[in-house]
């Protein structure tokens, strides 16, 4: 069965760092592009970064040079770790695959059951 | 960088057909797909691509597309189908960033 599992949220003051945990199972994180979408509380979905299959990876502005993307191949596990938080980083962070079928389509699915992130002093 | 809006509720009767649509300059270059999120949990892809059901979607749900909107139609509406659906998309700036829509809540009377 194909699944992810999030881990590692909790509360953390402000200016601090937080590291999210994304364990699959059921299919090879290293093989496919990996996303995180976070979901502010009563809020939509927000994308917020992906790595590649290569290795690139790309961010939203709102985490650029805050939030780091990686993956442990041998743990088949993809990372997010969070610096300089802020009050308006508090969300659901979720991880999730990500297909193409081509250049013009990606898709999310599946998605991980998501972790809370609370920035409060 | 993109953005993708969607109307923030929609409203159906129970059984009737529900439109919900997204608009945004990316659509003209990339397809859109749909999630549906229900209360307390994580969303459910349903429609990707042109007009593709993941295994286990009702073919109640389909999709389309024309220029710059992107429309997930719901035909014969049931109690359960009642929950928020987002669209999203690559970004058209050519940056590699993904960007979702506002979300509309879908009410099935």
């Known amino acids: 069965e194909v699944q992810l599992v999030e881990s590692g949220g909790g509360l953390v003051q402000p200016g601090g760092s937080l590291r999210l945990s994304c364990a699959a199972s059921?299919?090879?994180?290293?093989?496919?592009?990996m996303s995180w979408v976070r979901q502010a509380p009563g809020k939509g979905l927000e994308w917020v970064s992906v790595i590649y299959s290569g290795g690139s990876t790309y961010y939203a502005d709102s985490v650029k040079g805050r939030f780091t993307i990686s993956r442990d191949n041998s743990k088949n596990t993809l990372y997010l770790q969070m610096n300089s938080l802020r009050a308006e980083d508090t969300a659901v962070y979720y991880c999730?695959?990500?297909?193409?079928?081509?250049?013009?389509?990606?898709?999310?699915?599946?998605w991980g059951q998501g972790t809370l992130v609370t920035v409060s002093s | 960088s993109s953005e993708l809006t969607q109307d923030p509720a929609v409203s159906v009767a129970l059984g009737q057909t529900v439109r919900i649509t997204c608009q945004g300059d990316?659509?003209?270059?990339?397809?859109a797909s749909w999630y549906q999120q229900k209360p307390g949990q994580a969303p459910v892809l349903v429609i990707y691509?042109?007009?593709n059901r993941p295994s286990g979607i009702p073919d109640r749900f389909s999709g389309s597309s024309s220029g710059n909107t992107a429309s997930l139609t719901i035909t014969g509406a049931q109690a359960e189908d009642e929950a928020d659906y987002y669209c999203n998309s690559r970004d058209s700036s050519g940056n590699h960033l993904r960007v979702f829509g506002g979300g509309t809540k879908l009410t099935v009377l």
């Open positions: 999730a695959r990500e297909s193409s079928g081509s250049y013009e389509n990606n898709w999310f699915d599946p």
């Open positions: 691509g042109k007009n």
């Open positions: 059921g299919f090879t994180v290293s093989s496919n592009y």
């Open positions: 990316s659509l003209r270059s990339y397809y």
